[in-house]
């Protein structure tokens, strides 16, 4: 239920999840969903200030944009009526020239430039067609007893070798002695003297 609530402080359109899910794991009646600010009928209801109040009115011209945003993906409303709304919150923060892209329709960008944003969906780029496998996928298996390993235990020397179990990495004293013996010829201080 925390979570939830939690989850709801920040912008509706980065839940990944329906708004109705949300406020059913908060526990919260779905009456929220005709309420026109949820966030401030939330904070009313648990009686607590918000954790972030803006400090400047430029905050304060975000937050309502952050806001604003939020009931266009909630009620499912058109961007083209929310457009004036939100230019006049840039322009509040001080963000002139996103608020004249954002006030422009598309392809009359008062910029000269081409619109970032676009009504029309993304076509999607050729997919590639999936694979078939026709062999099991397969998994690490213990250096000793072969049993496949979910979560494998590496040797200690060389970080090679997975076991998986203790027992397994105990057992196995012909890779302990390679690997024993390599460190030793590893950390031999060996140096090349050449004539000068």
């Not at 949300?22 to 209801?45: F, I, K, M, S």
Request: hydrophobic share 40%; glycine share 4%.
């Amino acid at each position: 239920r925390t979570l939830a609530l939690a989850a709801l402080e920040a912008p509706l359109w980065s839940l990944g999840v329906p708004v109705r899910t949300v406020l059913a794991a908060a526990g919260l009646d779905c009456d929220y969903e005709r309420v026109p600010n949820l966030r401030t009928a939330l904070r009313a209801q648990q009686a607590a200030p918000p954790l972030h109040a803006p400090q400047s009115e430029r905050e304060e011209a975000l937050t309502d944009l952050a806001d604003m945003l939020d009931d266009v993906v909630r009620f499912g409303t058109s961007w083209d009526a929310a457009r004036p709304a939100a230019a006049a919150a840039l322009s509040r923060a001080g963000y002139a020239a996103e608020a004249l892209e954002v006030s422009a329709r598309d392809g009359e960008s008062d910029l000269g430039e081409s619109p970032i944003i676009s009504h029309a969906e993304a076509a999607l780029p050729a997919l590639v067609a999936a694979a078939s496998v026709d062999t099991a996928v397969d998994f690490l298996r213990c250096a000793r007893c072969q049993q496949p390993v979910s979560t494998p235990l590496l040797c200690g020397g060389c970080h090679g070798v997975s076991y998986c179990s203790v027992a397994c990495q105990q057992l196995d004293k012909v890779h302990h002695k390679e690997c024993t013996s390599y460190q030793r010829y590893v950390q031999r201080d060996v140096r090349v003297r050449l004539p000068s």
